[in-house]
């Protein structure tokens, strides 16, 4: 098999990941289009299902302006989470073990009752259990953090790990909550839940309505992460991060 199929291009962003070396972008050659990258986000994020990791939940990517101009891509794009990615709130992540990666400030919904194959999603308090302050630590295996749309979805849209603070109720409103990222409690970012699709709850909808036309159904017990309230930051040896997300709390990540 050539190493520009899908199952090649899926090798080739394992190892990036699993070696922490950047890769070239691949789509443009291979001519793989949006659809096409989905089948490649599929096989690679089975190579880690093959190695024993479970499948814990679904991230929306880009979802809002600052993300967007910061990466030069205006699609909302989604990807999977696995067990393996997800770092104990407050806990340590290694550094060297990424290539470049960065923190943003999200929110995370723990997912109750979702709909069945072609039925609309209900009530978002029926639907989501519990709300958390979140970050993700993104981390592209392209050089330079470049991509094009196609590239960006096949590397299952940067997912490299991400912490959940701890959950809440939902409050009963979610759309203009205050958001700080404090790298060594200096505020670094400043945002609004707003900032995610004029308001989070909108990001499930979208996620559903995305992954389900590849087929993909949300299930009760996933985590969320509904987007980023602000641009990525880059992740150094020794920072400590924090997310501060109004009515929601903190969730934090310390970098080895
Ligand atoms: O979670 C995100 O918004 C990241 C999506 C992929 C683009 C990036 O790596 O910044
Ligand atoms: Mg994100």
Redesign the pocket.
């Known amino acids: 098999m050539s190493g520009l199929d899908p199952a090649g291009i899926a090798e080739q962003l394992d190892k990036a990941a699993t070696t922490a070396t950047a890769i070239p972008q691949l789509a443009a050659e291979a001519g793989l289009d949006v659809d096409a990258a989905y089948g490649v986000q599929t096989a690679l994020v089975q190579r880690r299902l093959d190695r024993g990791e479970r499948l814990v939940g679904l ?6 302006k600052a ?1 967007m101009a ?2 030069g ?1 205006d699609e909302v ?1 989604w ?1 999977r989470l696995t067990d393996a990615m997800w770092v104990p709130d407050g806990g340590s992540v290694d550094v060297s073990t990424y290539i470049h990666p ?1 923190v ?1 400030p ?1 929110v995370a919904f723990l997912l109750d009752r979702m709909p069945e194959p072609g039925e609309p999603l209900g009530a978002f308090t029926d639907a989501v259990r519990a709300v958390a302050p979140a970050i ?1 630590l ?3 295996r392209y050089a330079n ?1 470049t ?1 094009s749309l196609p590239d ?1 979805i096949a ?1 299952n ?3 490299a790990a991400f912490v959940v603070g701890p959950w809440s109720p939902v409050p009963d409103g979610l759309d203009n909550l205050g958001v700080l990222l404090e790298i060594d409690g200096r505020v670094a970012q400043v945002g609004s839940t707003a900032a995610i699709l004029g308001d989070p709850r909108r990001a499930l909808d979208e996620g559903v309505r995305l992954a389900g036309r590849h087929g993909v159904r949300l299930r009760e017990g996933w985590v969320f ?1 509904a ?2 309230a602000t641009a ?1 930051v880059p992740l150094r040896p020794g920072a400590q991060v924090r997310a501060v997300v109004e009515k929601l709390g903190t969730a934090s990540l310390k970098a080895a």
Do not use: C, N, Y
Request: hydrophobic share 45%; glycine share 10%; charged share 25%.
């Open positions: 991230k929306m990517g880009l979802t809002s993300k910061q990466v891509v794009i990807g960065r943003e999200e993700e993104i981390d592209s953090f991509f960006v590397d849209t940067s997912a992460l987007g980023a990525a």
